[in-house]
């Protein structure tokens, strides 16, 4: 049960669009549509910010949209802004009807 | 407002017990998968279990099978988690959060899991 892979690292300068990677197998994103993501500033709970590919939850901002090709999927953040620097997470449900989370990766807003 | 409050964290020794607790508020709380997610200091966010919404179907990561148990009390609107035979590697915040859609829309703030001889 080893972690989706993610960059570790990602960098943008205020107002470029940057995109995360997630990739897993069949028995996960490539099988279902139930790819999450998630922001975690530091010191703080994760928030949810796409949920099932690509559906943003009221209140987040539609800078924010997510994407799916085969085993991969994918968040862009367009517009940077200095606020979205943070540790980024994909999740996904699995064939043996768990989740599976990504390894995270660290946006930096240059 | 949906809130999630975990406790009962704290320091215990490699081989013995803690039992987490979640309590949940401001949503009809027998009406969601509930899960455990945890984070070891510095590292990623790892699954590590959920139950349904009327506790008869539960699911666990593959590394602490037979060791942890999740239930829930849906008259009291509190989850738990047993741990039994923790090892140094469970240390980590534990989190509990609601699923929604097949997402984690709301966390709790988390509880500290240090395991340490």
């Known amino acids: 049960q080893s972690a989706l892979t993610q960059p570790p690292s990602v960098s943008g300068s205020p107002g470029q669009s940057v995109t995360i990677s997630c990739t897993g197998t069949?028995?996960?994103?490539?099988?279902?549509?139930?790819v999450s993501w998630y922001q975690q500033p530091p010191g703080t709970a994760p928030k949810l910010l796409i949920y099932e590919v690509d559906n943003r939850p009221s209140g987040v901002p539609d800078r924010f949209s997510g994407s799916k090709s085969g085993n991969t999927a994918s968040l862009t953040i367009s517009g940077l802004q200095a606020e979205d620097e943070a540790d980024y997470y994909c999740s996904s449900y699995t064939t043996s009807n768990t989740f599976r989370f990504g390894g995270g990766t660290k946006l930096t807003v240059l | 407002e949906v809130q999630l409050v975990e406790s009962g964290g704290g320091s215990v020794q490699p081989g013995g017990s803690l039992r987490l607790s979640c309590a949940a508020s401001?949503?009809?709380?027998?009406?969601?998968?509930i899960h455990w997610v945890r984070q070891a200091p510095g590292q990623g966010l790892v699954w590590v279990s959920r139950?349904?919404?009327?506790?008869?179907?539960?699911y666990y990561v593959d590394s602490v099978k037979g060791r942890f148990t999740i239930s829930r009390d849906n008259a009291k609107n509190t989850l738990y988690l047993q741990m039994n035979s923790l090892r140094v590697e469970d240390t980590a915040v534990y989190y509990c959060?609601?699923?929604?859609?097949?997402?984690?829309?709301?966390w709790g703030q988390g509880t500290l899991v240090t395991v340490s001889s």
């Open positions: 959060a609601r699923q929604s859609n097949y997402g984690f829309d709301s």
């Open positions: 069949s028995s996960d994103v490539g099988t279902y549509n139930r």
């Open positions: 401001g949503f009809n709380f027998n009406g969601n998968w």
């Open positions: 139950i349904s919404g009327d506790g008869t179907t539960t």
